[in-house]
């Protein structure tokens, strides 16, 4: 995965993850199923990733929403330990994550509805 042209950073889906596009079946790398679990996706549910450019051509991840969660949640706990901007603590005393974290945290909210 080289770029991404949606609305979430190359950087947070390095953290999120994402399986190797070129272990994934067709399904999965159009988004018509959850690059975890393999699940149906609709447009109402299904959690957008973007679109990526790999060695085996452009792809379009989606998620369900309790996969992306979990892996939103997960990449938080690995990510927020070793980054100083969420270790820092504002003078408002007020949590300001740094980018690559503010993507998962939402993801996470998102996945609570």
Request: aromatic letters at 4%; one cysteine or more.
């Amino acid at each position: 995965m080289t770029t991404s042209t949606g609305t979430i950073p190359a950087g947070v889906l390095a953290v999120l993850a994402l399986p190797d596009p070129a272990a994934l079946a067709e399904d999965p790398l159009r988004g018509a199923l959850c690059v975890w679990c393999a699940g149906p996706l609709t447009l109402a549910t299904a959690v957008n990733l973007g679109e990526l450019d790999s060695p085996r051509g452009r792809w379009w991840p989606r998620a369900c929403p309790a996969c992306a969660g979990t892996r939103a949640h997960r990449a938080l706990f690995n990510h927020a330990p070793e980054c100083a901007d969420c270790q820092a603590i504002p003078a408002d005393g007020q949590s300001a994550p740094c980018d690559t974290a503010r993507h998962p945290y939402r993801l996470v909210r998102q996945s609570l509805r």
